[in-house]
T-cell receptor, first 116, second 114 residues
């Protein structure tokens, strides 16, 4: 089982619809959760972070975390063609003793296409 | 600098050749990560530095891969005797401390081994 798994894509939604991206993780002691967006040929950029159970909203984006189910999701409301990209779920493990370091593990990514 | 800088942007190597990839993180950033991203896949963790100390090298795929950050700033990822399966984009990322703050990624080095 992969440490971080994302729902298989590609995902295609019409402009204005809600896009739903899902991610599960295997390590129960994971502490921090992130969604990165990666345009083709570009490096990943952070769009959302979430650390506690529940929802976190930022503009058109909502991240949801359920630690009991080891599940994190990203909802994109009013999807735009410019949202078309690969979305990467990333999970940070617990701190290694005495340091602030926690290994950041990425899922395989979900390709989202928003068509006009 | 303004961002994380990686060089070269593209590298073509013949199988068996040694390569060195450079990462210049944001000034003052303590944490530095190297990731390998194959086509159509998410980034795979290679190694982590906190200042000059390499705290985690569990992701390095073989002893042909070696990374260093001798003065706690610029880092070099070296691949010896390159193989075709080493072809990928190598991403470097840095963060101020390695805690909850986000990673700042460089543009990556695309390595093609022929």
């Amino acid at each position: 089982q992969k440490e971080v798994e994302q729902n298989s894509g590609p995902l295609s939604v019409p402009e204005g619809a809600i896009a739903s991206l899902n991610c599960t993780y295997s390590d129960r002691v994971s502490q921090s959760f992130f969604w990165y967006r990666q345009y083709s040929g570009k490096s990943p950029e952070l769009i959302m972070s979430i650390y506690s159970n529940g929802d976190k909203e930022d503009g058109r984006f909502t991240a949801q975390l359920n630690k009991a189910s080891q599940y994190v999701s990203l909802l994109i409301r009013d999807s735009q063609p410019s949202d078309s990209a690969t979305y990467l779920c990333a999970v940070k493990g617990p701190r290694a003793g005495g340091t602030s370091y926690g290994k950041l593990t990425f899922g395989q990514g979900t390709i989202l296409t928003v068509h006009p | 600098g303004a961002g994380v800088s990686q060089s070269p942007r593209y590298k073509v190597a013949k199988r068996g050749q040694d390569v060195a990839l450079r990462c210049d993180p944001i000034s003052g950033h303590v944490s530095l990560f190297w990731y390998q991203q194959a086509l159509g896949q998410g980034p795979e963790f290679l190694t982590y530095f906190q200042n000059e100390a390499q705290l985690d090298k569990s992701g390095l795929p073989s002893d042909r891969f070696f990374a260093e950050r001798p003065e706690g700033s610029v880092s070099t990822l070296k691949i010896q005797r390159t193989q075709q399966e080493d072809s990928a984009v190598y991403l470097c990322a840095s963060s101020p401390t390695g805690g909850r703050e986000k990673l700042f990624f460089g543009s990556g080095t695309q390595l093609s081994v022929l």
